[in-house]
């Protein structure tokens, strides 16, 4: 949240590959780090990774997005784009780098710190692409100006555009509850210490991931479907599958048998932790074609970052004090937040509906303007 917001807000004025780059460097020097068992080293390690991560988040979808308009592609190939990313990135190369980690650590023998040693050779040759390949791009073509400027320009913009500062309270509250899911799964499919295959979990996890990102595609494809229109089915369904562990604590009898097999009301449970996980899928393509669509290219990494402050913040806030309230209390903590991200989505879509046809009447007004120019010159 401290460091992270700032670096990766440098990436709209230093440009986009250099961010890209930095990124690589960064998260090469933090897998080092896992080699030391000193505190400091690793704290050290932490800070590198939050800067990577926001970059991350940011640069690439930055640089991506500023690309395909600079080189005149269509808008519908930008949707499909994403979605392919988060189908194989976020899915297929996701569920083969955790084969790939377990094969280092079990079979071959070379101890928990050989993924992250392998993670810095990926991304060697993934900064030899960028450095070879890719071209440079801005945001801000000012010289003036400075990180403070860009920050008040990302907090106006935000404060005068409802539908930047709707998107930015959407993507927080989804992801909040994205990632306070990460925790909370293991605990509540075993809350007796039953034996649970966890990698065998995940990896269905990431394919209903992969089946909402395919669907995603399916969707955006459809010219006469707006991504605002469906988002918020998707974020509804995703407060009733969160809100599955709070039904089935008053519903089904709780096991005290401590160990065994996972129980009824856990088989329950994986399935609406499967349906979230598809919307997971759904979101990500999704999130990014509505972000390419309202956030301004000039400070495009700058208010990206800016919707990862509250998100960071809500996340510390969770995991401080997930001990001091029970599972299920967190689980309608995280149901309420989608109900009120699918609130806000169908309040985004109102203001998107209306304000359709006015870019039509704008343009002719601005044509207008142009030809009465010369005349008033």
């Known amino acids: 949240m401290l460091f992270g917001t700032i670096v990766g807000s440098l990436a709209d004025k230093q440009g986009r590959k250099r961010a890209c780059v ?17 505190y400091k080293v690793l704290m050290l390690g932490r800070v ?5 991560t926001s970059l991350l988040f940011s640069a690439f979808e930055s640089w991506l997005v500023a690309e395909h308009n600079k080189r005149g592609f269509e808008q519908q190939w930008l949707s499909l784009t994403f979605s392919k990313a988060i189908f194989l990135g976020n899915g297929l190369v996701a569920i083969l780098a955790g084969l790939f980690g377990n094969l280092l650590v079990d079979t071959f023998s070379l101890g928990p710190v050989a993924p992250f040693d392998a993670a810095a050779c990926f991304l060697a040759i993934g900064m030899a692409v960028i450095l070879s390949l890719w071209s440079e791009n801005y945001g801000d073509p000012s010289e003036n100006t400075d990180l403070l400027t860009q920050f008040k320009g990302a907090a106006i913009a935000i404060a005068s555009d409802e539908k930047i500062a709707l998107l930015g309270a959407i993507q927080s509250l989804f992801e909040g509850s994205m990632y306070t899911f990460v925790f909370l799964w293991t605990p509540a499919l075993s809350p007796n210490d039953e034996e649970i295959p966890h990698g065998f979990i995940f990896a269905i996890f990431m394919l209903a991931s992969m089946l909402g990102s395919s669907i995603a595609s399916r969707l955006m494809a459809r010219s006469s ?72 290219e000039e400070a495009r990494s700058t208010i990206m970052n800016f919707f990862r402050i509250p998100l960071n913040i809500f996340v510390c806030v969770v995991l401080y004090n997930v001990n001091a309230f029970p599972i299920i209390v967190m689980f309608g903590m995280c149901s309420i937040f989608l109900f009120v991200a699918s609130i806000l989505q169908r309040r985004l879509m109102k203001i998107a509906d209306t304000q359709t046809s006015k870019p039509q009447d704008w343009m002719g007004n601005k044509e207008r303007q142009l030809e009465a120019e010369p005349l008033n010159a």
Do not use: D
């Open 48 to 52: 590198l990774g939050g800067i990577a």
């Open 225 to 296: 479907l707006k991504v605002e229109s469906y988002m918020q089915i998707v974020f509804a369904i995703s407060a009733a599958a969160l809100f599955i562990p709070v039904g089935t604590n008053f519903l089904v009898p709780p096991s005290n048998v401590k160990g065994g097999s996972i129980s009824f009301s856990g088989c329950i449970q994986l399935i609406g932790f499967c349906a979230f996980e598809a919307c997971v899928g759904i979101f990500w393509p999704s999130i990014m074609k509505m972000r390419s669509q309202y956030i301004p």
């Open 22 to 38: 930095t990124y690589c460097i960064t998260y090469i020097l933090s897998c080092v780090t896992k080699h030391s068992p000193h």
